[in-house]
């Protein structure tokens, strides 16, 4: 369908796709005339909130009649403490990808280039094709190397050229779940040119504690140009709240708070991200169900004869090696919503993000009765 204005819209913005968000229960409910559907497909924590964001949030809905802090000076000077940084380094965003966007509109114009991994998250391509930049796709790993699909660091650095302003790494990668050891990372952002800023999305690394993934916060100290972002919709269970944030040289936070929104963050996204992040059972809870619904998921899928690549993060992308689509129509008609990544360049993919254990034992149900009728 074409669009009118189209012509009239900014360069970035013409033939620009939008992200596609994982398919609502209500909506594929309302479609199929079915109740009690389950979505795996946003990779959300299926706990929701924790008890104290839970308490945090109805206390702070009688403020919601004022405008928040936009300074966010009460949940930066967590984040700063809880960092061992200062505040002036923190930046809070309506979402962590309200932070990517920032970093793109503040560093990207047409006349420079972004540099992210083939099958990175999304939001890469969108952010810089909006900004009008050139994107520089580095090549994958290929699918028989031990983290498939990944990040490559030789190609990402053969990718950065003198108009490269910025560079996107995600580790652990969504959707791909794989990541690049500490040691890998280091050398990586190591290499990079100190006037090119390294965007690191570690949007799952409180699930990733424990598996040899780094800690990219603890490098911010001998790499200026390096810009770590976190996100409260993953472990701390506030999707739905959109609370993000960078962690930065303070001259790039500065920079940044020059195009922030003055209020991004509302008056209860604010509060409950500052009791959830103190709220260190929530997240070990989150992270060990995760680490059940992993496996369990990993084997449940190996078993049915599916390639499931490596995942650090709190979803595994499986490899069916056939069209996912029909599959994925099975599985919505059993009333399993996940999520397809042909638009990540990936049609025999489906990536299916962990749920509670009934749930996991649905969507390992619903692959079996869907690859049985011959999906
Ligand atoms: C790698 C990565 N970065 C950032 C985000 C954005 O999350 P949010 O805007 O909810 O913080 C996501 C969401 O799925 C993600 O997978």
Redesign the pocket.
Known sequence: MSNRFESLAAPGIRGLVPYVPGKPPEELERELGITGSIKLA??ENPLGPGPHARAAIVAAAAGAGMYPDGSGHVLRSRLARRHRVAIGQVTLGN????V?VLLAETFLTPEFEAVYSQYA?A?YPIAVQASGARARVAAARPSDHPMPLGHDPAAILAMIGPRTRLVFL?NP??PTGTWLTGTELRSLVRAIPPDVIVVL?E??HEYSIGEGLPDGTAWLADHPNLVVVR?F?KAYGL?GL?V?YALSHPDVAELLNRVRQPFNVSVVGLAAAAAALDDREHVAATVALNRQGLQRLREGLLALGIKVLPSAANFVLCDLGRPAAPVNEALQRRGVIVRPVANYGLPDHLRISTGTAAQNERVIEAMRAALAEGA
């Open positions: 946003s990779n979402g962590s990808n309200d990517l998250f939001v995600a990668n969504n999305d949007a799952y996100t919709s999707a959109r993000g």
